[in-house]
């Protein structure tokens, strides 16, 4: 297939209906047009609890009139921090439609960047999902200073009685600086405890739950008064701040219009033109809404009235039994987890040794296919035949009736598309970044093809500039980064277009494909972006690091590769008397235990999901000459990850589960040994090693 570099593609035209349009229209869309009583579907101990779309329209205009009565005026900013649920849901448009901005927090970032993140919004409001999240951060929310009140969505049955107390006083020794990489604890165990006891808040910071501010809302009603809200909306109105890393490491602003949203996840939907309205689409959701592309594909539900099931990631497995979605978006993670376990099930010894040749012959066949391409007469024929015995069980995993698998968030191996195609689940792989909105380019039903993530959305207009780096304008494109002009002079050019980082060239379809990277920013497979630089920087620091490079996109987790200082390491070696080959040395486990501290430390003020979890410890260095270092010492990524693929996929082996330890412990080193400069609460998962 030729690729085309230099070569622009605009999608079709921009569709007039999409544009000039806030969020709370859409949710009106949806009500007014389709109106649904199993719209969302909350997961409970007890079942699923169901609600109407009009009960959570009504639910998020109580919640509107009653943020304003707390004194809230247009522009304000309101925090979320809260699990992916109907409750995000209601919080969410009931901040937008009183004229609010919202800010969605990553429940698993650490608690000092959520602290971080109120104090650079300026949040007046926090709403928390319950009393445990509460707890978990109440002591430290001192420290952003315009915060005013805290609404738990969440409360105990007796929350009203104790709401008529005074809260006790928070004890004289409690810490106002969270500790580095302290994350939150989602442990349904500590909700219940938490249920039990009041949350510790600092002075001036009123405590309230959702229902009460929500009755408060109810009793500010008149005629004409949510219309007048919703007047008061403008399409270009900002409407939403979502925090990502830069190149360094810290936490940026991505600004947000309604028409950002509105327009993305309308334009995202029309790419689908089987997509049926209403209850007829059930939508089964586990992706995490402060991120923006499970965000903006809900606000496109609503438009459409689908009925959907919020689920967590661990139950997402269970729940597609029980639901049997038409509509799943998932990242590449989830894809993996099932391919590995189709290829392991053909794998496995079974005395039913007609089930197991067939099993094993339906992925031998799977493996062949591939999409955009007609199969040969004979391997048609199989796939027929192997459909009812072999394929209609793999679509069961899913669930059996899904007409729609979308995946997003990361690059997805070309062969997992082709597999699954094979038995007729057909996935749509796509492509976007927060600060598109979410959605730029997506396959379609009737051009799909691997390795490539489609064509422009309606209205998206993409071009490769003479770098290779893909450039994105349109509606959807952020207006910048909130309180940072300098960041957004240098992503947003004079005409529009945004500079991406990425590096891509299209096919002579006109589908992008996405090559590698320009900028220093790669996502894991579960969608979660890493910036090396600093991790980088932090392993550096020791002198028995000479150069280090973090590597993981599109993986499970992040590995690093350490290239040591020899001199050092040779001196360190003498000290503990260890007159070893160099081979040998790097094998040894007083020196592996002692590049593990070294990586530990690194990991300090991460969150646990971007933490080192392994190493491998490499002979040779990184030479200018060979094309790893630029004159200047910058790595030259792209090169490295070449050079070095081998040692990186033996990061990622078959054995190297960031949960397994070493079959047996590593002998102490001597009592002189530097310990981790990392203090044990500070510590994220422990990074596994390999030579």
């Known amino acids: 297939m030729l690729w085309l570099k230099k070569f622009r593609r605009t999608s079709e035209s921009v569709e007039p209906s999409f544009l000039r349009r806030t969020l709370p229209d859409l949710l009106d869309e949806g009500c007014d047009r389709t109106p649904n009583p199993d719209a969302f579907h909350q997961w409970t101990t007890l079942g699923w609890q169901t609600f109407s779309n009009r009960f959570a329209r009504s639910s998020a205009e109580d919640l509107a009139l009653g943020l304003l009565h707390l004194g809230l005026d247009r522009g304000d900013r309101v925090a979320l921090l809260m699990h992916s649920d109907v409750q995000f849901c209601i919080a969410d448009m009931g901040s937008l439609l009183a004229g609010l901005v919202n800010v969605p927090i990553d429940l698993t970032q650490t608690i000092e960047n959520i602290i971080a993140t109120l104090q650079h919004s300026e949040a007046k409001v926090l709403i928390v999902s319950n009393l445990d999240l509460l707890n978990q951060v109440s002591a430290y929310l001192g420290r952003a200073s315009q915060l005013q009140h805290v609404i738990v969505a969440q409360v105990p049955a007796q929350w009203g009685q104790q ?223 192997l459909d009812p015995l072999i394929f209609a069980r793999w679509r069961s995993l899913f669930g059996g009736r899904l007409r729609y698998l979308l995946s997003g968030g990361a690059a997805l191996d070309g062969k997992i598309a082709n597999l699954f195609a094979a038995a007729g689940i057909r996935i749509l792989q796509g492509y976007g970044l927060t600060q598109t909105s979410a959605v730029v380019c997506v396959n379609r039903e009737r051009a799909n093809y691997a390795g490539t993530v489609g064509k422009p959305i309606a209205g998206a207009e993409v071009k490769i500039a003479p770098d290779g780096e893909i450039m994105v304008r349109g509606p959807s494109i952020s207006p910048g980064y909130y309180k940072n002009p300098e960041l957004t002079r240098s992503s947003f050019d004079p005409q529009g277009w945004m500079h991406t980082g990425d590096l891509g060239v299209f096919t002579t379809g006109g589908c992008l ?179």
């Open 163 to 385: 709401h008529l107390q005074a809260p006790p006083e928070a004890p004289q020794n409690l810490t106002l600086v969270p500790p580095p990489s302290a994350c939150l604890s989602l442990s349904e165990v500590r909700l219940r405890e938490s249920e039990q006891s009041w949350p510790y808040c600092t002075a001036g910071i009123q405590v309230w739950s959702l229902e009460s501010v929500q009755r408060q809302g109810r009793s500010h009603r008149w005629e004409g008064q949510f219309q007048q809200l919703r007047d008061g909306i403008r399409p270009q109105d900002l409407a939403t701040l979502i925090y990502i890393p830069d190149a360094a490491g810290q936490l940026q602003a991505v600004m947000l219009t309604h028409e950002n949203l509105s327009h993305n996840a309308l334009s995202a939907f029309s790419s689908l033109p089987s997509l049926k309205r209403g209850s007829k689409e059930v939508v089964l959701s586990f992706l995490p809404l402060n991120h923006v592309l499970a965000r903006s594909l809900l606000y496109g539900h609503m438009a459409y009235g689908h009925s959907i099931y919020f689920t967590t990631p661990h139950r997402v497995l269970k729940h597609l039994q029980e639901v049997s979605p038409t509509i799943l978006t998932t990242v590449p993670l989830l894809l993996e987890k099932v391919y590995s376990k189709l290829l392991e099930a053909a794998r496995k010894p079974s005395r039913f040794w007609l089930q197991r040749w067939l099993q094993h012959l339906g992925v031998q066949l799977a493996q062949r296919y591939e999409l955009g391409r007609t199969p040969s007469l004979w391997d048609a024929c199989l796939l027929k035949l």
């Open 513 to 691: 494909k996405v090559t590698g990277l320009k900028k220093d920013l790669f996502k894991l497979a579960t969608g979660k972006y890493i910036a090396p630089l600093p991790i980088e920087q932090r392993l550096r620091r020791s002198p028995l690091v000479a150069q280090a490079v973090v590597v993981g996109a599109d993986r499970k987790f992040c590995g690093v590769l350490l290239f040591p200082n020899w001199q050092m390491l040779r001196q360190e070696a003498q000290r503990l008397g260890l007159a070893l080959a160099a081979e040998d040395l790097l094998h040894h486990p007083w020196i592996l235990k002692r590049y593990q501290a070294i990586v530990e430390a690194a990991n300090c003020h991460l969150p646990y999901w971007s933490a080192v979890k392994q190493f491998r410890l490499i002979p040779t260095a990184l030479a200018v000459e060979k094309g790893s270092l630029a004159p200047i010492g910058q790595l030259q990524r792209a090169a490295i990850l070449e050079r070095f693929a081998s040692e990186i996929d033996a990061l990622y082996g078959s054995h190297s589960s960031s949960s397994e330890q070493p079959e047996s412990p590593l002998p102490s080193a001597p009592p002189s040994l530097e310990e981790d400069a990392c203090p044990a609460f500070a510590r994220s998962l422990n990074p596994r090693f390999t030579t």
